[in-house]
C-alpha cells in the first residue's frame, strides 16, 4: 500500500520492516517514518512471526501492506521478500526498532540521487541514549575479525576493534565510502540490489549486511554513510526476551561468513580454529543470559 506524505506522484522509495511478535515500538516506527519524508512511499511489512494483532493493527492505521511468508524466514530472505514485489527505484530495509528523526529518509535519497555510484546508504544511527553506534564499518580482515571478536568484551579500545569499528570516522562525521552498513536501517538502489540477488538468504540473521555491502563493493557499487540522516535504534527491543538464541544465531552467522571468505581446501586448519573460537566465545556470552531467555 502507498502512504501519503506532502508529495505527490508515483512512490520512489518502498520501506520494507521484517517483524517478528512486535511490540509498541513497530507503531513508533511507523509513525516517525510519516515525518521522515516528505513524499509517497510504499510501506511494506513481512510478518515472521505468529502473533499477528500488533502487525494488522499498525498496517491498518499506517497504510501498510502485509506479507506472511507462513513461517519465519529470518531477516535477510524475509528482507528480499518485500522488496521484490516493487519497481520503487528505491528501498529501504530497516528494523522495526528504529525511530526516525524528521526529514532523515528524505536526506538519505537526496544522497543517493546526487551520488549515482552509491548502491546503499546508511544513516548516523544513534543509541537510546544519544551516543552514535558505529554502523558503518570496514570489512574485516582475519586479525582485525579476531582481535574485535577476542578482545572487545576485555579491551573496548583495542586496536583492531578500533580499525573494524572506524569509530574515529563518527567524531566529526562526513559523508564517505566504507566497506559496509548496518543493515538496521539502510537505503538500498534497486538497480544495484536486483543484479546482486539481494542479500545472501543463507543467513538466517545476522553478516547478511556485510556479506551485501561486500558483493556490492565488488561489484563498483559504492556503501556511503550519510550522517545528515539520523535514526534512533533501539537494539534492546530485539535482545530482551531472546538474549541467548540471539548470541548463538550471531555467531553461526559469522561461523558461516568467516568459512565461505576463507573456503581455499588447505585453510581448513583455519576454519576448524575459528569454528572452535566462535563456539567457546558464543558459550562465554550465554552462560548468564540462559534464566532471561526461556
Do not use: K
Not at 12 to 35: D, I, K, W, Y
Not at 207 to 220: H, Q
Not at 256 to 268: G, I, N, S, V
Amino acid at each position: 500500500m502507498v502512504r501519503d506524505g506532502e508529495g505527490v506522484g508515483v512512490p520512489r522509495v518502498r520501506v520494507v520492516s521484517v517483524t517478528f511478535n512486535p511490540g509498541p515500538e513497530l507503531e513508533q516506527f511507523a509513525r516517525s517514518l510519516t515525518e521522515a519524508t516528505a513524499s509517497p512511499y510504499t510501506f511494506v511489512l513481512v510478518d515472521n512471526g505468529a502473533e499477528h494483532e500488533v502487525v494488522d493493527d499498525v498496517a491498518a492505521r499506517y497504510g501498510a501492506e502485509v506479507l506472511r511468508p507462513g513461517a519465519n524466514l529470518g531477516y535477510g530472505a524475509a528482507a528480499n521478500l518485500g522488496a521484490r514485489g516493487g519497481t520503487e527505484p528505491w528501498v529501504v530495509v530497516a528494523n522495526p526498532d528504529v525511530i526516525w528523526r524528521r526529514g532523515s529518509l528524505d536526506a538519505l535519497v537526496e544522497a543517493g540521487e546526487r551520488l549515482p555510484a552509491a548502491g546503499a546508504l546508511g544513516p548516523q544511527i544513534l543509541n537510546t541514549d544519544g551516543t552514535v553506534y558505529p554502523s558503518a564499518r570496514a570489512v574485516p580482515s582475519l586479525r582485525q575479525g579476531a582481535g574485535h571478536a577476542l578482545l572487545s568484551r576485555l579491551w573496548a579500545d583495542n586496536p583492531w576493534t578500533r580499525a573494524y569499528r572506524r569509530e574515529h570516522e563518527f567524531v566529526e562525521p562526513a559523508e564517505h565510502t566504507v566497506g559496509w552498513l548496518s543493515g538496521a536501517c539502510l537505503l538500498l538502489r534497486r538497480a544495484a540490489l536486483a543484479p546482486a540477488g539481494g542479500f545472501d538468504e543463507s543467513y538466517f540473521m545476522f553478516f547478511e549486511d556485510l556479506d551485501l555491502g561486500e558483493r556490492l563493493g565488488r561489484a563498483g557499487w559504492h556503501n556511503i554513510y550519510v550522517p545528515s540522516a539520523v535514526v534512533v535504534h533501539d537494539q534492546g527491543a530485539s535482545w530482551r526476551e531472546r538474549p541467548s538464541s540471539m548470541i548463538r544465531a550471531h555467531h553461526r552467522s559469522a561461523e558461516q561468513y568467516l568459512h565461505r571468505r576463507y573456503a581455499a581446501w588447505y585453510l581448513a586448519p583455519l576454519r576448524g580454529a575459528i569454528s572452535a573460537g566462535l563456539r567457546v566465545r558464543a558459550w562465554w556470552e550465554t552462560r548468564g543470559t540462559t534464566h532471561r531467555a526461556a
